[in-house]
């Protein structure tokens, strides 16, 4: 049984954490941490974990996380970069569900994100936990930087195209939606009921900070530069994305087949039958992506429909999925959910 900290536990993704951790057979909670709601019983404020998380919420700094064998932030960025080092230091493992071990690159970092990083050195040794691209670095990671929830949905959309060399890298574009869960719990006026519910609308056309994270994931696939246009859209839905990418062949594959035999072994990856369109209910509150993938009228232009649950396979799901990875759990542990519909 392995001692787990969570960092950030009245948000969405917390709350998601706490679903899912509170029936893993391997994984006993710990410490729960909010500064605002500490010393109130976690199941006040979230009865659906009534009779399965009996702790209080505590501040961070009652927290004795260095206690843990693993601590998740599900904080805002820039929040797990300042306390990842003496934790990793005191041998417990880091799983960040913010942006803050996610780039590579310092500079580009600090321009989208607009603060100083204050563990470049991390950053260099972290591991980014798409599993389904970087298994095998995910088992000895110190530090672990979970994936965003549209670059979950896009890279995995167009890995398999990718990877085989099959498409232009030069006009790949990625049109993806997402539920308003996605922009957290804390209140903001375009997030209000009034505001975001039967409306529909574009956002960060110019550019948007999971842009650069998407685009060095495709890089690493591709090993080349590649050209991107990333829009994404807020939708009048509570969970989940729908991502619609477009790429053309260069070559003439089939790419069903392609996309089967790519994901034939993994648990969390389902490719649908041809001529399928995947709806976000069918993923709702799962691990699972489930993926289409057309060549409409048979033309060189391919189209990937590919969902999540942004806060499952998008974050708390995914960092569950990694922790397995991690500590030697078979990798669909606690995480065997069927979706809700409707
Ligand atoms: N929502 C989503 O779909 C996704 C979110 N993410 C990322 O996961 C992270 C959490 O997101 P989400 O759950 O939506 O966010 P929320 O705004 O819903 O929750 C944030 C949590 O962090 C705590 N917190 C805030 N500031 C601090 C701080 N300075 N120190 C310690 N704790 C703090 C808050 O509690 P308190 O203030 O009481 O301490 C709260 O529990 C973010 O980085 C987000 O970008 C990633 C993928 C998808
Ligand atoms: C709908 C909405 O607002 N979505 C958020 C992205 C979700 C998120 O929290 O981003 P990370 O995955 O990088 O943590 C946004 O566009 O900023």
Known sequence: MIKVGVVGGTGYTGVELLRLLARHPGAQLHAITSRGDAGMPVSDMFPSLRGRVDLRFVTPAEAALDQCDVVFFATPNGIAMQQASDLVNAG???????????????????????????????????????????REQIRSARVLANPGCYPTAVQLGFLPLIESGAVDLSYLVADAKSGVSGAGRKAEVHTLFAEAADSFKAYGVPGHRHLPEIRQGL????????????????????????????????????????????????????????????????????????????????????????????????????????????????????????????
């Open 92 to 134: 417990v493992r880091v799983i960040d569900l913010a942006a803050d071990f996610r780039i590579r690159d310092i500079a580009e970092w600090e321009k989208w994100y607009g603060m100083q990083h204050a563990a470049p050195a991390l950053v260099a040794e972290a591991v980014y936990g798409l599993p389904e691209r970087h």
């Open 219 to 342: 890089v690493g696939m591709a090993g080349a530069p590649v050209g991107l246009t990333f829009v994404p859209h807020l939708t009048p839905m509570i969970r989940g994305i729908h991502a619609t990418l477009y790429a053309k062949l260069t070559k003439d594959v089939d790419v069903q087949a392609l996309f089967e035999n790519r994901y034939r072994s993994e648990p969390f990856v389902d490719v649908l039958p041809p001529g399928s369109h995947p709806e976000t209910r069918s993923v709702r509150a799962s691990n699972i992506c489930r993926i289409a993938v057309h060549r409409p009228q048979g033309g060189d232009v391919v189209v990937v429909l590919s969902v999540i649950d942004n806060l499952v396979k998008g974050a708390a799901g995914q960092a569950v999925q990694n922790m397995n990875i991690m500590f030697e759990f078979d990798e669909m542990l606690g995480l065997d959910v069927v979706p809700v519909s409707p």
